[in-house]
């Protein structure tokens, strides 16, 4: 038995990666990538979204993000405007080609589900529960050191 099976880190990643490639197969007709899909069911459930939204929802820079809509924009699937009511901020929308998707697309959510042996509404409810209390705790792990300044214990701290 190789170390890496006992591993409960490696056991999520592994997942995390058969996921991540079940996605991509299941995107690849519509050569969509992950995020890009991610964006999209956003503004399908949520409507016109600022780019701070979209980014804060997704977890994701503005340094990243902003080429991801670039790229979406490109291909007409967003769109990006200016506030009416704040100039300072750039709204994200739907183009007709990118709200045509959602039916195209309709079957990803049921086919990760299945891939995912989740049986019900409540099974997968169980599961999100568990996955965010893992990101919760694992992100109050992390002690909160300044800059710059090692942790105590840390690799190359001799104190």
Do not use: K
């Not at 050569?31 to 780019?51: F, H, I, K, M, R």
């Not at 080429?67 to 007409?76: A, F, H, I, T």
């Not at 019900?120 to 300044?146: T, Y």
């Amino acid at each position: 038995m190789a170390v890496t099976d006992e591993m409960v880190c490696f056991a999520l990643y592994a997942a995390h990666r058969a996921t991540s490639q079940t996605y991509r197969a299941l995107l690849a007709p519509w050569d969509l990538t992950y995020p890009q899909y991610l964006v999209l069911a956003t503004l399908w459930n949520e409507g016109p979204q600022s780019v701070r939204e979209v980014g804060e929802v997704m977890q994701l820079d503005s340094g990243t993000l902003s080429p991801l809509l670039r790229r979406m924009e490109e291909r007409d699937l967003v769109r990006r405007e200016r506030s009416a009511a704040d100039a300072r901020v750039v709204d994200v929308h739907l183009t007709d080609r990118g709200l045509a998707l959602r039916t195209d697309l309709c079957h990803i959510p049921a086919a990760i589900a299945t891939g995912m042996g989740l049986a019900d509404a409540a099974d997968a409810e169980g599961l999100l529960r568990r996955l965010r209390g893992i990101e919760a705790s694992m992100h109050a792990a992390v002690p909160q050191a300044a800059p710059h300044e090692p942790v105590a214990g840390a690799a190359g701290d001799d104190r």
